[in-house]
């Protein structure tokens, strides 16, 4: 048997553990963050069962300093202080470790690297085939036939095994040992290792090329010529201490003894203890088994920043907690296998009619449709499953043809039109819009379980299969199993065997009505209820209606302005091509780079990416726009071979042939702060910015004649909801007496009268009031306005001396965040910050910009659904033919019979500005035209 060691470099797997977590942390019940132990052991376990080592060893550096910081004063020096979470979590991965019996290495003088190529060689030598467990690229410097890099998987990926091959592809080199030498030369911003400036991964690769290694390309600095043999030349001294710091030390004073690194069986007793801390059940189970002890969840407790239970007070107590969502984290040990069951058919008419009696006698039912397809408006329907009680369900299949289908489904009008009933399901607007196209609607109330994960954990995955292996323990039938992967090859629910789609369907009835037992009291304890049952869940109705009316696109408008496009297109790239004075690859960036910043040489300092060509985003070249006409008409042709490819050619292709309409769908639950989305196509994403991409908008029209399209929308939003909820008197006021709020700030933050404000103060006071909530620092501010950042500065500094009741605002919820763990909209829309008391400045300055701005976007997606919700309901209840037909952010489009026009428009603008009263009157302006162009 082959001898394998393993050689694990703790910090950077750890580091790395911690970060592929933060957006989505582990806590425990207490509150501790334990993404760093969990990925850490996660890792651990999965070698130890996949590679089945023989020998293990995990290295730690030690605080000591090596030789590098006596060589380089500057040595790691711009590296961030590790969060307190991480460093917390280094004495649990020690006891972990040790439980494991695996033997932890560290030698004070040298770093973890050292240690584990002086271990690594000794144990090759030996005859081990030895793998170094890390993400770090300087290892490739180390690597022999037997001695190979083992790089851990990330974010659903593969590890990745790196041997002198592998290593010598990736670098584009003949030899390990020259893996130093790129080093040297590009340096290394993470260990803030110098290299030679301007010298990126690519042009390293190319000096090695020709020059073999680091002291050849110095040597050789006056053949190279040009700016980088200056560079080069400047920049010596650097590439030789860049090149010593990067060699991995192989003579450390530590011995591999094999007996001393022999993998032995773990300690189950001292890790259950630790796993008990770290409540980490489910890690537990595959070491331990089902006996696995299960941490007591007792009273939830507010913990500081530094791990330590602080007592809470009646005020200041946080809500629970709900267990975090994490990525391949729930292994379900429950499935349709070892867990009893009762799923029956229902086929015949008099199955039919008894289940319909079962049926009627409760105020619950679970139910689910079963389709051909994904696209609610494109999918025929192939069966209904029901359940009104745990482990029991029902299927009831359809025929093939719409008459048929049609009379099985009316077996259960009685049920549908029940105004008493709840109908619970999981994404249940699409199975309402399936049924609407045959006929059919539910007249009872909802209760969506994908919604109310929602806001029960607003930025969790919520798929159906995830949710119940997390809440119920319990894996469903995976629909591949029934018709196969993705791709070509898959088929759809009708291949399906009846007795296969029986239970794979029921079950999902089942399990969605075993979610809202676990859902409903946790909207309670998480104090969202409110925004689940008065705001999310009628909006299901009023989403399934707008989905189902669809919008008209005229496809001959399109269609001559793709022409129209191109020609304007192609005249931008010839002009690009005769200022270069070469023909290039227009779409490629790093051919784009080289002819902008080498041959034209537009900026000396441009930036590289970390493939090592320059950066070309439209960032980058809006900054050089004034410095070369070239760059003007480059970013004119991306924003029309953008327009062409993206909206105007896939249009056409996305018209619903049943309708020929367009039929986007709303997704509900996405945007943390509440807004909906749209894909499918995403007709919120229909440019508004420019002249060319407005007049896309030109292409979506009235139904027939008798109709027109009507726009109605919200006027500045955000800002009177941020003047409302911080109350400060003086915008307010501004709202109150209808005063133009950009110049009314200008004049303040200027120091002006009113009449004195030009359009360029106009314009920057505007930047800074939709900035300001957004955490614009005044190095951005400068950057967005192109003006001096001292003048920003002073912009921001005037406004919040005008503006103070904002920026207390500001400062209250941060502060209440921290208290809290939360904050929330005016409604109760809940948003979780678990980095807002986090030690990382980074992380911790996105959670309080969080804090800050989600109350004011999420009051804004709350007031518009709840006017759409409004709005639907008088066109319902008085019978109005028209129809809302879009909603676009701050923005709703109806499709309105021209007879009802003189009623809709002030109808529409009561609901608008009547959805949710605030302390400033609430303005929406209204529009009609023959396209969404004219009307907006």
């Given at each position: 048997?082959?001898?394998?060691?393993?050689?694990?470099?703790?910090?950077?797997?750890?580091?790395?553990?911690?970060?592929?977590?933060?957006?989505?942390?582990?806590?425990?019940?207490?509150?501790?963050?334990?993404?760093?132990?969990?990925?850490?052991?996660?890792?651990?376990?999965?070698?130890?069962?996949?590679?089945?080592?023989?020998?293990?060893?995990?290295?730690?550096?030690?605080?000591?300093?090596?030789?590098?910081?006596?060589?380089?004063?500057?040595?790691?020096?711009?590296?961030?202080?590790?969060?307190?979470?991480?460093?917390?979590?280094?004495?649990?991965?020690?006891?972990?470790?040790?439980?494991?019996?695996?033997?932890?290495?560290?030698?004070?003088?040298?770093?973890?690297?050292?240690?584990?190529?002086?271990?690594?060689?000794?144990?090759?030598?030996?005859?081990?085939?030895?793998?170094?467990?890390?993400?770090?690229?300087?290892?490739?410097?180390?690597?022999?036939?037997?001695?190979?890099?083992?790089?851990?998987?990330?974010?659903?990926?593969?590890?990745?095994?790196?041997?002198?091959?592998?290593?010598?592809?990736?670098?584009?080199?003949?030899?390990?040992?020259?893996?130093?030498?790129?080093?040297?030369?590009?340096?290394?911003?993470?260990?803030?290792?110098?290299?030679?400036?301007?010298?990126?991964?690519?042009?390293?690769?190319?000096?090695?090329?020709?020059?073999?290694?680091?002291?050849?390309?110095?040597?050789?600095?006056?053949?190279?010529?040009?700016?980088?043999?200056?560079?080069?030349?400047?920049?010596?001294?650097?590439?030789?201490?860049?090149?010593?710091?990067?060699?991995?030390?192989?003579?450390?004073?530590?011995?591999?003894?094999?007996?001393?690194?022999?993998?032995?069986?773990?300690?189950?007793?001292?890790?259950?203890?630790?796993?008990?801390?770290?409540?980490?059940?489910?890690?537990?189970?595959?070491?331990?088994?089902?006996?696995?002890?299960?941490?007591?969840?007792?009273?939830?407790?507010?913990?500081?920043?530094?791990?330590?239970?602080?007592?809470?007070?009646?005020?200041?107590?946080?809500?629970?907690?709900?267990?975090?969502?994490?990525?391949?984290?729930?292994?379900?040990?429950?499935?349709?296998?070892?867990?009893?069951?009762?799923?029956?058919?229902?086929?015949?008419?008099?199955?039919?009619?008894?289940?319909?009696?079962?049926?009627?006698?409760?105020?619950?039912?679970?139910?689910?449709?079963?389709?051909?397809?994904?696209?609610?408006?494109?999918?025929?329907?192939?069966?209904?499953?029901?359940?009104?009680?745990?482990?029991?369900?029902?299927?009831?299949?359809?025929?093939?043809?719409?008459?048929?289908?049609?009379?099985?489904?009316?077996?259960?009008?009685?049920?549908?039109?029940?105004?008493?009933?709840?109908?619970?399901?999981?994404?249940?607007?699409?199975?309402?819009?399936?049924?609407?196209?045959?006929?059919?609607?539910?007249?009872?109330?909802?209760?969506?379980?994908?919604?109310?994960?929602?806001?029960?954990?607003?930025?969790?995955?919520?798929?159906?299969?995830?949710?119940?292996?997390?809440?119920?323990?319990?894996?469903?039938?995976?629909?591949?199993?029934?018709?196969?992967?993705?791709?070509?090859?898959?088929?759809?629910?009708?291949?399906?065997?009846?007795?296969?789609?029986?239970?794979?369907?029921?079950?999902?009835?089942?399990?969605?009505?075993?979610?809202?037992?676990?859902?409903?009291?946790?909207?309670?304890?998480?104090?969202?209820?409110?925004?689940?049952?008065?705001?999310?869940?009628?909006?299901?109705?009023?989403?399934?209606?707008?989905?189902?009316e669809g919008v008209k696109v005229d496809i001959n408008v399109l269609q001559e302005y793709s022409r129209e496009l191109e020609k304007e297109a192609a005249r931008a790239e010839e002009s690009v091509y005769a200022q270069a004075g070469v023909r290039f690859n227009l779409a490629s960036p790093k051919q784009l780079g080289e002819v902008l910043f080498e041959k034209l040489q537009l900026d000396p300092k441009a930036k590289k990416t970390r493939t090592g060509q320059y950066a070309t985003g439209e960032d980058v070249l809006a900054k050089l726009s004034n410095k070369h006409q070239i760059v003007e008409d480059i970013l004119v042709f991306r924003e029309l071979t953008k327009l062409k490819s993206t909206y105007v050619d896939a249009l056409p292709l996305m018209v619903n042939p049943r309708t020929g309409r367009v039929h986007t769908s709303y997704n509900q639950a996405v945007?943390?702060?509440?807004?909906?989305?749209?894909?499918?196509?995403?007709?919120?994403?229909?440019?508004?910015?420019?002249?060319?991409?407005?007049?896309?908008?030109?292409?979506?029209?009235?139904?027939?004649?008798?109709?027109?399209?009507?726009?109605?929308?919200?006027?500045?939003?955000?800002?009177?909801?941020?003047?409302?909820?911080?109350?400060?008197?003086?915008?307010?006021?501004?709202?109150?007496?209808?005063?133009?709020?950009?110049?009314?700030?200008?004049?303040?933050?200027?120091?002006?009268?009113?009449?004195?404000?030009?359009?360029?103060?106009?314009?920057?006071?505007?930047?800074?009031?939709?900035?300001?909530?957004?955490?614009?620092?005044?190095?951005?501010l400068s950057e967005n306005l192109g003006i001096a950042r001292s003048e920003a500065k002073t912009l921001i500094d005037n406004y919040f001396a005008q503006y103070p009741a904002i920026k207390q605002y500001m400062e209250d919820q941060i502060s209440y965040a921290q208290r809290k763990g939360y904050v929330e909209t005016l409604l109760g829309r809940k948003r979780w910050l678990k980095d807002i008391n986090s030690g990382n400045a980074v992380v911790r300055g996105y959670a309080e910009r969080n804090a800050i701005n989600m109350p004011i976007?999420?009051?804004?997606?709350?007031?518009?659904?709840?006017?759409?919700?409004?709005?639907?309901?008088?066109?319902?209840?008085?019978?109005?033919?028209?129809?809302?037909?879009?909603?676009?952010?701050?923005?709703?489009?109806?499709?309105?019979?021209?007879?009802?026009?003189?009623?809709?428009?002030?109808?529409?603008?009561?609901?608008?500005?009547?959805?949710?009263?605030?302390?400033?009157?609430?303005?929406?302006?209204?529009?009609?035209?023959?396209?969404?162009?004219?009307?907006?």
């Amino acid at each position: 048997m082959q001898k394998k060691l393993f050689l694990l470099d703790a910090m950077a797997l750890i580091y790395r553990a911690y970060y592929a977590l933060i957006r989505n942390p582990r806590l425990t019940s207490k509150g501790r963050n334990t993404n760093a132990q969990f990925g850490f052991t996660t890792t651990l376990l999965d070698l130890i069962n996949k590679e089945n080592p023989t020998h293990m060893a995990v290295a730690f550096d030690t605080l000591a300093p090596t030789e590098r910081h006596s060589s380089f004063a500057d040595y790691k020096a711009n590296r961030e202080e590790a969060p307190e979470d991480l460093l917390a979590a280094l004495p649990d991965i020690k006891r972990i470790i040790e439980g494991f019996n695996i033997p932890v290495v560290e030698v004070d003088g040298y770093e973890a690297d050292d240690v584990i190529g002086t271990l690594a060689w000794q144990a090759g030598d030996a005859g081990y085939e030895v793998f170094m467990v890390t993400p770090d690229k300087d290892y490739g410097q180390l690597v022999r036939a037997n001695v190979k890099i083992w790089k851990p998987p990330y974010q659903g990926g593969k590890e990745e095994i790196l041997g002198p091959e592998e290593v010598c592809a990736k670098w584009q080199i003949k030899d390990v040992h020259q893996v130093i030498d790129i080093l040297g030369l590009m340096g290394d911003a993470v260990d803030n290792i110098p290299g030679i400036a301007g010298v990126g991964e690519k042009t390293a690769m190319k000096l090695l090329a020709e020059y073999h290694s680091l002291e050849n390309v110095l040597d050789n600095a006056d053949k190279i010529g040009g700016k980088m043999g200056e560079k080069i030349k400047a920049g010596r001294e650097n590439a030789l201490l860049s090149k010593q710091l990067a060699t991995i030390i192989t003579d450390v004073p530590v011995t591999f003894h094999e007996e001393d690194f022999s993998l032995k069986g773990p300690d189950k007793e001292k890790l259950s203890v630790v796993f008990n801390e770290l409540e980490f059940k489910t890690l537990g189970k595959r070491i331990f088994g089902e006996t696995a002890e299960t941490p007591v969840k007792g009273r939830v407790q507010q913990t500081d920043l530094f791990g330590q239970v602080v007592e809470n007070t009646p005020a200041e107590a946080p809500l629970p907690v709900v267990e975090e969502p994490v990525v391949d984290v729930y292994r379900a040990e429950r499935n349709i296998n070892n867990t009893p069951h009762n799923y029956q058919l229902a086929q015949t008419q008099a199955e039919l009619h008894a289940l319909l009696d079962i049926l009627m006698q409760h105020p619950e039912i679970s139910f689910d449709t079963e389709t051909t397809g994904t696209d609610a408006n494109a999918a025929d329907i192939v069966g209904m499953s029901f359940s009104v009680k745990s482990g029991e369900g029902w299927y009831v299949p359809t025929p093939p043809d719409r008459e048929g289908a049609i009379n099985v489904i009316k077996t259960f009008v009685p049920l549908f039109e029940r105004e008493d009933v709840t109908f619970i399901g999981q994404n249940i607007k699409y199975d309402l819009i399936v049924l609407k196209w045959y006929g059919f609607s539910v007249k009872g109330k909802l209760f969506d379980t994908m919604l109310a994960h929602y806001l029960i954990e607003p930025e969790g995955r919520r798929g159906m299969d995830q949710l119940s292996a997390q809440y119920l323990g319990y894996e469903p039938v995976h629909i591949e199993e029934l018709i196969g992967k993705k791709g070509k090859g898959q088929g759809n629910m009708r291949d399906v065997a009846l007795d296969k789609i029986k239970d794979y369907a029921a079950e999902d009835a089942d399990i969605t009505l075993q979610l809202k037992e676990k859902f409903a009291p946790l909207l309670t304890q998480r104090k969202v209820e409110k925004v689940f049952y008065d705001i999310e869940t009628p909006l299901v109705k009023v989403l399934t209606d707008m989905e189902y009316e669809g919008v008209k696109v005229d496809i001959n408008v399109l269609q001559e302005y793709s022409r129209e496009l191109e020609k304007e297109a192609a005249r931008a790239e010839e002009s690009v091509y005769a200022q270069a004075g070469v023909r290039f690859n227009l779409a490629s960036p790093k051919q784009l780079g080289e002819v902008l910043f080498e041959k034209l040489q537009l900026d000396p300092k441009a930036k590289k990416t970390r493939t090592g060509q320059y950066a070309t985003g439209e960032d980058v070249l809006a900054k050089l726009s004034n410095k070369h006409q070239i760059v003007e008409d480059i970013l004119v042709f991306r924003e029309l071979t953008k327009l062409k490819s993206t909206y105007v050619d896939a249009l056409p292709l996305m018209v619903n042939p049943r309708t020929g309409r367009v039929h986007t769908s709303y997704n509900q639950a996405v945007a943390v702060t509440g807004r909906l989305s749209s894909n499918n196509p995403n007709l919120q994403n229909i440019p508004i910015r420019t002249d060319r991409g407005r007049e896309i908008r030109k292409a979506f029209v009235p139904r027939d004649p008798d109709h027109v399209l009507v726009s109605a929308d919200y006027s500045q939003i955000e800002l009177r909801i941020i003047a409302a909820i911080s109350e400060d008197a003086q915008m307010i006021s501004a709202f109150q007496q209808g005063l133009d709020i950009h110049a009314t700030t200008a004049a303040k933050v200027y120091g002006v009268e009113m009449d004195a404000v030009t359009s360029d103060m106009r314009r920057n006071a505007k930047s800074v009031n939709f900035g300001i909530i957004y955490g614009v620092s005044a190095f951005g501010l400068s950057e967005n306005l192109g003006i001096a950042r001292s003048e920003a500065k002073t912009l921001i500094d005037n406004y919040f001396a005008q503006y103070p009741a904002i920026k207390q605002y500001m400062e209250d919820q941060i502060s209440y965040a921290q208290r809290k763990g939360y904050v929330e909209t005016l409604l109760g829309r809940k948003r979780w910050l678990k980095d807002i008391n986090s030690g990382n400045a980074v992380v911790r300055g996105y959670a309080e910009r969080n804090a800050i701005n989600m109350p004011i976007q999420g009051t804004a997606a709350d007031m518009i659904k709840l006017a759409m919700i409004s709005i639907h309901d008088r066109f319902r209840k008085e019978g109005i033919r028209s129809r809302m037909i879009l909603q676009v952010h701050d923005e709703l489009v109806f499709d309105v019979h021209r007879s009802e026009l003189d009623k809709v428009k002030p109808l529409i603008l009561e609901g608008m500005r009547n959805a949710m009263p605030l302390a400033v009157p609430i303005d929406a302006e209204v529009g009609e035209g023959e396209n969404w162009l004219q009307a907006h």
